[in-house]
């Protein structure tokens, strides 16, 4: 088998179910397999995997084992010899692993690839590619200056090597993850895959970002973001330094004291209210159930031509396949009184992010 994608999943039923239509239409040419694996979801999603996804394995977790383990027990099941960590709050485009398949092919010493990351409202997520955080990266990022934590020696659209990815998307040998253990489950949030990628760094290997592909990372979803995240957050740091790093007295004490000042004087992110005066549903035919669940006109178009401010863009993922409609959110009205939702081909709901620091919105279709 050539490739696992394992899919560690945590109260995302619909966001999940996008993920794995999307994952689905990506490996239709390839010899794959879908792992889901479910850290005890209080919601259905996994009544609803074994509905509509007979054919996907699913892992359940009698408890919440965190993204590590929880990712461990996936990869541990998997027979690819490629495996991609990839979060259920995704979407992917057709052509993502044939061409992530391609591009490995002749690397030698070939560690983690990542890819290019935008979020619900397709803006570039810069944790696509980072650097290892050193002290001093660390530090200034605490502070408001991400300069040197960001890999900016490339620009979004150019590949390259690079020390680090994110969690959300790493793609890489099954072999290699074995070889240097997988994520460290020490980690329970926060800063497993920056361990990861270090680890990989150490034993030999080259990591790469690879811009030639693009997914929807609606980030807000797995994690909220409040000011405990930042806590979280520089905790996983503080692990990370005393697992790499020689100690040092100084060393320490600097980060205990930005972590707490980080946490002390974070502002917990308010989750700005917008204002919607119009639908617009990207599709071949216009869909009625989603005009009454709206309870709001739904202008049909075929582009994204003459968007005016305060609208919420709707895109029928059954006309317009996942990689058009991921090209039309990147490329699209960067404007924050323009929003995006996706229906999904054969789904009873849209869902979509408008931020990165709170919970997308789900409409059910009823």
């Known amino acids: ?173 099954r072999d290699l993850y074995n070889e240097v253990g997988g994520f460290d489950e020490d980690y329970f949030m926060y800063g497993e895959d920056i361990d990861l990628s270090y680890k990989v760094l150490k034993s030999g290997y080259n990591n790469y970002y690879f811009s030639d592909t693009t997914i929807i990372h609606f980030k807000g979803e797995s994690t909220l973001r409040d000011k405990y995240y930042a806590r ?42 917008k204002t919607i005066e119009k639908y617009v549903l990207i599709a071949n035919q216009i869909n009625e159930k989603l005009k009454f669940a709206l309870e709001n006109e739904v202008t049909l178009k075929s582009d994204l031509k003459n968007i005016q401010e305060h609208t919420e863009v709707i895109f029928d993922a059954k006309g317009l396949g996942y990689k058009r409609i991921i090209e039309m959110v990147g490329d699209g009205v960067k404007n924050k009184h323009v929003t995006y939702k996706i229906l999904p081909e054969n789904s009873n709901f849209i869902l979509g992010s408008d931020d990165a620091i709170s919970r997308g919105e789900v409409v059910v279709l009823e």
Not at 65 to 73: E, M
Not at 236 to 248: D, G, L, S, V
Request: hydrophobic share 40%; proline share 2%; aromatic share 12%.
């Open 1 to 173: 088998m050539k490739l696992s994608i394992v899919i560690l999943n945590y109260n995302v039923r619909y966001f999940l179910e996008l993920c794995l239509k999307s994952v689905q239409a990506a490996v239709l040419n390839i010899d794959a397999e879908i792992i889901v694996i479910d850290n005890y979801s209080e919601d259905d999603s996994c009544n609803m995997v074994k509905t509509l996804f007979p054919n996907i394995k699913l892992i359940k977790n009698k408890e919440n084992f965190g993204f590590s383990k929880g990712n461990n027990i996936g990869v541990s099941q998997a027979k690819g010899e490629y495996v991609c960590i990839l979060n259920p709050d995704t979407v992917v485009a057709e052509d993502t692993f044939t061409k992530l398949l391609s591009f490995a092919q002749n690397k030698e010493k070939l560690g983690v690839i990542g890819c290019k990351l935008i979020n619900g409202v397709g803006e570039f997520l810069p944790e696509s590619k980072r650097n290892v955080p050193y002290i001093g990266a660390a530090f200034k990022k605490s502070i408001g200056s991400s300069k040197d934590y960001y890999a900016n020696h490339l620009n979004e659209n150019e590949s390259g090597k690079v020390d680090v990815l994110v969690g959300a998307f790493m793609f890489m040998k």
């Open 232 to 273: 979280r957050f520089y905790g996983a740091m503080q692990i990370f330094y005393k697992k790499h790093f020689k100690k040092n007295i100084f060393f320490d004490m600097l980060v205990w004291i930005g972590i707490r000042l980080v946490y002390v004087f974070r502002k917990t992110p308010v989750k700005k209210t």
